[in-house]
């Protein structure tokens, strides 16, 4: 046998057992995906969009089409007059305090938009990371616009009557309770981002109702307090989980079809995934069963192996959405702590001495919240621990 003919029949060999290697590979991984998946379905969870997916809202009950129009109208505006909202400093601004006057129509519908109890965005989460989110912007531009609103009727002229102060201060509760009902409703697209925008809303709105009554002598009556109870971040988060699941596999199986705009991957090469989605499913899994505990109480997700592109690619950015989301609730802590310091001290005449009323357990890290008499009023810290970079601080008046 020639040299030639052997090296050609040990080539067709090395050739063969490559092919071979790869297609064993690829079995196993396909194996270890379908066993991951099916774990994944028995501890609860599902795969199947009909059963995430909500429940169908007609359109004069959908607070989501209620606010599409507001939106709508509002995106009208030249860009110059849009900038000027959710600015806390331009509240004398005479061009802000005319925009304000023009959107008054739009500021009415979209607080009665905010009292709708069913709001269903309609959503197509089969899309996977094709889908489109163009309400999320518009809803941070309709929480702006009640920001600006709330710190120009803020902005009461001297020597108002007693009686004006409390008709001012009802006026603001009422917009701070709207934009808290905006960023509930904005929780229910229960994607990731989603989840981020509402918790965004909501602490924009404990912020803003901070820096109005720090300063005011007693307690003002309102339901702020109960509305903001409806936000659970544990849960919330968990549903943004399984969502961006289902997500992700919606963009595999439009990669297969070669329906995805997102990315852009020969069909086959999903099939070389299959060691990668299992592990990204493991993960998920772990994290989604994780939200059972509190936030201090969960181990940080890990940085998967050299194989695992999407769990790589995608994870890290839930550590930080869990902690932004966790933040919030630490915020509403702290607003719920104030108030119940602040009618103490309308019972009472003065603060309690620190201990007297055992602080809450902050979400963020586990510990309870600081609480000091400082001057003529009080100070609240939260989000105070080794991992965490800024805490919150507030001084009350």
């Not at 900038?83 to 519908?109: M, N, Q, R, W």
């Not at 489109?132 to 020597?159: C, F, Q």
């Not at 007693?218 to 989980?241: C, K, T």
């Not at 079809?257 to 989605?277: T, Y």
Request: some cysteine; aromatic content about 8%.
């Amino acid at each position: 046998m020639s040299l030639i003919k052997k090296i050609s029949i040990y080539f067709s060999l090395f050739i063969v057992g490559v092919l071979v290697s790869i297609v064993t590979v690829i079995w196993m991984g396909h194996l270890k995906l379908q066993s991951r998946m099916d774990a994944y379905v028995a501890a609860g969870n599902t795969l199947d969009l009909t059963e995430f997916a909500p429940p169908s809202v007609p359109d004069d009950e959908n607070a989501a089409v209620a606010y599409r129009l507001v939106f709508a109208t509002l995106k009208a505006l030249p860009q110059d007059e849009q900038g000027l909202f959710g600015d806390e400093t331009l509240y004398d601004d005479p061009d802000l305090i005319a925009v304000l006057e023009k959107c008054a129509p739009s500021l009415d519908d979209l607080r009665a938009a905010t009292k709708m109890p069913k709001c269903n965005w309609d959503i197509q989460y089969g899309l996977g990371l094709d889908v489109l989110l163009p309400h999320l912007a518009d809803i941070r531009l309709g929480a702006k616009l009640l920001k600006s609103n709330i710190y120009v009727t803020n902005n009461a002229p001297e020597g108002a009557s007693a009686e004006d102060r409390r008709a001012r201060d009802e006026m603001i509760t009422h917009d701070i309770e709207s934009m808290i009902r905006l960023g509930l409703h904005t929780q229910e697209d229960s994607t990731l981002i989603g989840q981020l925008v509402a918790a965004s809303v909501l602490a924009m709105a404990t912020d803003v109702y901070e820096d109005i009554f720090r300063n005011r002598p007693a307690p003002v009556q309102h339901g702020v307090i109960a509305i903001l109870e409806q936000f659970d971040h544990r849960a919330d988060f968990r549903r943004s989980l399984q969502t961006e699941v289902l997500m992700i596999q919606g963009t595999f199986d439009n990669l297969k079809k070669r329906q995805s705009n997102a990315i852009q991957v020969p069909p086959f090469a999903v099939s070389l995934l299959g060691w990668d989605r299992a592990y990204y499913f493991d993960t998920m899994a772990n994290a989604i069963a994780a939200t059972d505990a509190p936030i201090y109480e969960s181990p940080p997700i890990p940085d998967g192996p050299w194989y695992a592109l999407t769990t790589n690619m995608l994870l890290p950015a839930l550590d930080r959405a869990e902690l932004a989301l966790a933040k919030t609730q630490t915020k509403i802590e702290m607003l719920k702590t104030a108030e119940l310091l602040r009618t103490y001290k309308a019972e009472h005449g003065q603060y309690p001495a620190p201990g007297v009323i055992e602080m809450p357990i902050d979400p963020t890290t586990g510990n309870r919240l600081v609480y000091e008499i400082v001057d003529d009023g009080f100070k609240l810290t939260g989000a105070v621990g080794n991992a965490i970079k800024n805490k919150i601080e507030w001084v009350w008046h």
